[in-house]
């Protein structure tokens, strides 16, 4: 009895060893297989990971910018014209990365064109200079075309003085919407009630005051002026007017680069660690509006 069970169990054993055999070889694979997975799923992870903090930081730097675009002094002082660029760094590392961006002003726009719909810089002398006018600048009372006084840009500025000087200019605006009427302008020796109006008409005879400067005002410092047409009717004859309200031929009012646009556009271009994005963005009669945001 006792062989019979000695039997059965060196039988038994003889069975088993195949079985571990082929269990063994099976985990050998699998185990192979896990961790060849896993190997390639952290190489995979570094590999693809690597870039977004760099993407993170460049990111962070278009939002910088469009925060200074309407928010800071970007629009107004430092971007005033098309062409104008202005490049920093972010003042804090973003993901222990420095960023830089560069901001770009591009043309005015009216329906996705590169044209403003009419424009004087004044630089050509006369009263008939610029582009985009019915007629020539119409005139009354002490009204100059000068270099005196330092123009804001260029070397010629409008220059209007004393009591019931008085000039306005007509576009056709027909079709167009959410323009706007830019410039610089500076007050000198206004005092008591003096003070200058721009005005807007659709017809020549209605007009509306959309600008006061007063007393308050007289720095004699060139300051930019945007004044959203959206809330008017256009027209095809649209006139723009000043018409001064000072006492003394020793008060001066003075107008430099005025232009009625649309929408106008910045590119911002954000770098950090070999990774740039690059964005569009606009601003019109509806604020800021992002055109395009890629990843190069």
């Not at 070999?274 to 800021?288: A, H, I, M, N």
């Amino acid at each position: 009895m006792a062989g019979t069970l000695r039997r059965q169990a060196v039988n038994d054993r003889g069975q088993a060893l195949p079985l571990a055999l082929v269990a063994l070889a099976m985990g050998a694979l699998l185990v192979g297989g896990f961790l060849s997975s896993t190997s390639t799923g952290l190489v995979a992870s570094r590999v693809f990971g690597q870039p977004l903090p760099g993407r993170y930081a460049a990111d962070a730097g278009v939002e910088d910018a469009i925060w200074n675009l309407v928010y800071g002094d970007l629009v107004t002082t430092v971007l005033t014209s098309p062409g104008d660029q202005v490049s920093y760094s972010l003042t804090e590392p973003v993901n222990g990365l420095t960023t830089n961006v560069t901001v770009t002003r591009g043309q005015s726009v009216i329906a996705r064109t590169t044209v403003a719909v009419a424009s004087d810089d004044f630089e050509s002398k006369g009263w008939s200079g610029g582009s985009g006018w019915l007629h020539d600048w119409y005139y009354e009372g002490s009204c100059t075309i000068t270099s005196a006084q330092s123009p804001h840009g260029g070397s010629y500025h409008l220059q209007m003085r004393g009591a019931d000087s008085y000039v306005d200019r007509a576009a056709d605006l027909s079709g167009y919407s959410g323009l706007h009427l830019q410039f610089w302008a500076k007050v000198r020796s206004f005092e008591g009630d003096d003070s200058m109006n721009c005005l807007v008409s659709p017809d020549g005879s209605q007009w509306t005051t959309v600008k006061t400067w007063t007393r308050t005002d007289s720095d004699n410092t060139y300051h930019f002026v945007d004044i959203d047409l959206s809330p008017y009717a256009m027209s095809s004859e649209y006139w723009v007017a000043f018409h001064s309200e000072m006492n003394a031929s020793n008060d001066y009012f003075y107008v430099d680069e005025l232009e009625i646009v649309g929408a106008v556009t910045y590119e911002i271009v954000s770098t950090a660690a070999g990774k740039t994005v690059r964005s569009t963005v606009e601003f019109g009669d509806t604020g800021l509006t992002v055109l395009s945001w890629e990843i190069e």
